[in-house]
């Protein structure tokens, strides 16, 4: 089995930068797909990001392509989220999460809905001041 943590969230000015860390223990053989969510104050959780684990490819949210990049850490067992250019509106708790079950294949859709990912870890709170 694995297990995420999601960890680096803080109090930020708007147009800071923050980088959050997705730490992974397990059966790491078995990752298939780590993906990042955001749930605003009142709001519904929504995708931000997601990478698979053995190839790279990466998806965002709209709402965060070409400011925030998701990329394997020095350690073999993190997945950073580097985000840029912060908006008060980025204010939320970050959850990653992590797909280990096969038979569904990963596509830029699949990758965004919360339903294909099996393991999920605590959050970190993000706040942007304005």
């Known amino acids: 089995q694995v297990q995420v943590g999601a960890s680096g969230g803080g109090l930020v000015q708007t147009g800071d930068s923050l980088t959050l860390s997705c730490a992974v223990s397990?059966?790491?053989?078995?990752?298939?797909?780590i993906g990042w969510f955001r749930q605003p104050p009142g709001k519904d959780r929504e995708f931000v990001a997601a990478r698979t684990w053995s190839t790279g490819i990466v998806y965002y949210g709209d709402s965060v392509t070409g400011r925030f990049t998701t990329f394997r850490g020095r350690s073999t067992n993190t997945v950073n989220l580097q985000m840029n250019s912060l908006k008060p509106e980025d204010t939320a708790t970050y959850y990653c999460?992590?797909?280990?079950?096969?038979?569904?294949?990963?596509?830029?859709?699949?990758?965004?809905?919360?339903?294909?990912?099996?393991?999920w870890g605590p959050g970190t709170q993000v706040t942007v001041l304005s």
């Open positions: 397990g059966r790491t053989p078995s990752l298939l797909l």
């Open positions: 999460a992590a797909m280990t079950l096969p038979g569904r294949p990963i596509t830029a859709t699949t990758a965004t809905r919360e339903s294909v990912y099996d393991t």
